[in-house]
């Protein structure tokens, strides 16, 4: 095996594995609005990151919004990433645990499939079947719910357009991902000022509340303050290691590797929140497990040849 295949696919397995896990974390955050949450992750991740590259005068992330280009790619992937966080931490809060595990599990396959239509990655007629019976399993989800998994569905392109717009930014790690949280910083901002009209979140659409919204924050113990603080480097840590795994790794192993997560986010949504699991989200998981056998299978085969 390439060696930077193997460093790559550890910085991935850590990601994923940490992502799979953070659903414990904002549970505990159950309190604090969902957009909220979100503006100090953004918002909180800029200072983890921007200040230790100031202080080793790298002032490479800041020369990237020069290029009007890398800045549209930026701004993109900004947008991406904030809106996976916040439908990921309004999904585990409002008891979805189980269908943000779906949007990991259908993740990868559109890795693959963006893989191929933007970096001509080949697939085996096999791994085209595992992808077919994963598009089986949504679409049955569908027509026995009664309306799309828009959660699932939103969680897997988000990130899946996102993965691929880091592969075009020849930024080191932290230099990209300071960048990221810099071009995020004024969405964190403009998020204070909304929320879902009460500290639980209980609405389904956010309001404006301006600065009395954030009223309820005075009220916290101090052990959600410190949980909050601790945002940044929950957030960052992940990202980073992300960011170094994909540049190391052709799209479709990444999106491979990304089973790791949605298995443990699955695993505490049954096990340890007690989620209610219906017959047809039941179905819908035999679908895409049978295609992620498939195609965990397909990988193998390929490294025997």
Known sequence: MDNSFGKGFLYAFLSYFLWGIFPLYWKLLIHVDSLHILAFRILLSLLFVGI???MQKNYNWLAIFKDPKKTLI???????????????IWAVNMEHTLEASLGYYINPLVSI???LLFFREKLKP???TAVTIALAGVLTLTVLSGTLPWISLGLALTFGF???LKKKLSLSALESLGAETLASAPIGLFLLFFSFNNPAGNSHLPVFSGLKGLAYLMNLPLRTWLLLALCGIVTATPLYFFAKGAKMLPLSALGFS????????????????REAFPIRYFIAFAFIWAAVIIYIFSLRSAKKN
Do not use: E, K, M, R
């Not at 990304?258 to 929140?273: E, M, N």
């Open 126 to 128: 096999v791994q085209w």
């Open 113 to 115: 499939l963006l893989g």
């Open 162 to 164: 996102y993965a691929l």
């Open 258 to 273: 990304q089973f790791i997560s949605p298995t443990l986010q699955f695993l505490l949504g049954l096990l340890v929140f």
């Open 52 to 54: 230790p590259l100031l």
């Open 74 to 88: 930026l701004v993109t992937t900004a947008l991406l990433i904030c809106c996976n966080w916040g439908l990921y």
